[in-house]
């Protein structure tokens, strides 16, 4: 766990952890109505258990005000797939290429109360970053909302690689966009001191985890 500003940065170690991810996902997405109902009111998908993902939370004052998923395509992690797989393969294949390490960023909520947050836009990332250093990523992914195309242009420096389509577990539509991580990712850690990541902190970090694979977290 890690200080930033006010916020403390968690990534997932624990099925109770993750548990509180799943229901801060449930309540985001059941508040644009990007999901149905559940008892549960928990949202998690079978990547959750897959051991090329984590999952990181955002706290403030010990409550879950922010949480993302890096999901990472390697040869170190056998290939496994991808979420955006599912939908936009083809385009990462014409666009990226099969042959790349891809580290996609996926399941970003915000808690629907703080939802207009600049800086709990900007934090989670830095858990991509990890990733995309950590792993020496070439490309990083992620879907997004047609109006938010300006945004991840101007913060990420990212470009749209795909027309409007579905993104698995959730009914919305979106665009899928990729950044060049060789080309781009310094001039976008250099943008916020917190994406400055600490050369034992990313030694120290893997995707490993033991989190049991029943989906009842």
Excluded: W
């Excluded at 900007?122 to 990890?130: N, S």
């Amino acid at each position: 766990m890690k200080q930033i500003n006010e916020f403390l940065f968690q990534p997932c170690e624990t099925e109770e952890e993750l548990s509180a991810a799943a229901k801060l996902r449930y309540r985001a997405y059941r508040g644009v109505e990007a999901i149905a109902e559940n008892p549960q009111q928990k949202f998690i998908d079978k990547y959750d258990s897959l051991n090329n993902t984590k999952t990181c939370l955002l706290l403030e004052n010990n409550e879950v005000v922010a949480s993302v998923r890096a999901c990472v395509y390697s040869k170190e992690h056998d290939f496994l797939h991808i979420p955006s797989f599912e939908v936009y393969k083809d385009d990462i294949e014409r666009e990226l290429g099969l042959d790349k390490i891809i580290v996609e960023s996926n399941r970003f909520v915000i808690a629907p109360e703080k939802v207009d947050s600049k800086i709990l836009f900007k934090i989670p990332f830095r858990f991509i970053i990890l990733n995309l250093l950590k792993y020496n990523g070439d490309f990083i992914i992620t879907a997004v909302r047609e109006k938010h195309i300006p945004l991840y242009k101007r913060f990420l420096t990212m470009e749209v690689i795909s027309s409007p389509k579905k993104y698995p577990g959730i009914n919305v539509d979106m665009v899928l966009m990729a950044g060049d991580c060789k080309k781009n990712l310094q001039s976008v850690i250099d943008k916020e001191t917190f994406f400055s990541i600490p050369r034992e902190e990313i030694d120290s970090y893997s995707l490993s985890k033991q989190i049991a694979n029943d989906p009842a977290y």
